[in-house]
Nanobody, 124 residues
Framework: QVQLVESGGGLVQPGGSLRLSCTTSESILNFNALGWYRQAPGKQRELVAAISSGDSTNFANSVKDRFTISRDNAKNTVYLQMNALKPEDTALYSC??????????????????WGQGIQVTVSA
């Protein structure tokens, strides 16, 4: 059973930064795509950012100029660097891994494994 473990969440003031990490229980090279999603109370889960095994990336328009996604294959970890955080970024953030098609992950949000999620709260 593949496990994805998120870390790095917490409370931050508006304009601040956080870096989320997601470590997989097996080699990150086994996955064709890795993604970060978020869900705020009363809202649907939405894509934040995704990265393919070839390092192609995809971002939600709302975070495109503020967030970056990267991967460290040696550490089996994918990162989400979040800058200039806004109160509307408050949500439960989850990472996801796709063993099959990166295209299906990017276009249809089709992932095989999900983490438990970690809370990010942006508030003064």
């Amino acid at each position: 059973q593949v496990q994805l473990v998120e870390s790095g969440g917490g409370l931050v003031q508006p304009g601040g930064s956080l870096r989320l990490s997601c470590t997989t229980s097996e080699s990150i090279l086994n996955f064709n795509a890795l993604g970060w999603y978020r869900q705020a109370p009363g809202k649907q889960r939405e894509l934040v950012a995704a990265i393919s095994s070839g390092d192609s990336t995809n971002f939600a328009n709302s975070v495109k100029d503020r967030f970056t996604i990267s991967r460290d294959n040696a550490k089996n970890t994918v990162y989400l660097q979040m800058n200039a955080l806004k109160p509307e970024d408050t949500a439960l953030y989850s990472c996801a891994a796709a063993r099959s098609s990166a295209y299906e992950a990017f276009v249809n949000n089709k992932y095989d494994y999900w983490g438990q999620g970690i809370q990010v709260t942006v508030s003064a």
